[in-house]
């Protein structure tokens, strides 16, 4: 369970953030670098990939494909559904 710090706790939430981990924090960067990495060599392979392994869904550049037909709706909802906001 994560914990709930309020504002009072303002000490304790500086001692917590001061005492992290900073070979935790190099372990996450190493990672992101490699998956980042891996993307850029590889493209959507590396994206369906992490998309399977982290999501546990199978994708595949057929699966993902979105029709013209497809963003024209999408495009027309969201216009029907931002017509009624005011901007300003």
Not at 33 to 57: M, N, P, S, W
Request: aromatic letters at 4%; a positive charge.
């Amino acid at each position: 369970m994560i914990p709930i710090l309020r504002a009072s706790d303002a000490g304790e939430l500086k001692r917590r953030v001061m005492n992290r981990s900073q070979l935790q924090n190099e372990e996450v960067s190493r990672i992101v670098k490699e998956i980042v990495a891996r993307v850029r060599q590889e493209g959507d392979a590396a994206l369906f990939d992490y998309t399977a392994k982290f999501d546990h869904v199978t994708m595949t550049a057929e699966t993902v494909l979105v029709t013209k037909d497809e963003i024209a709706r999408a495009y027309e909802a969201a216009s029907t559904r931002s017509r009624g906001r005011t901007h300003g």
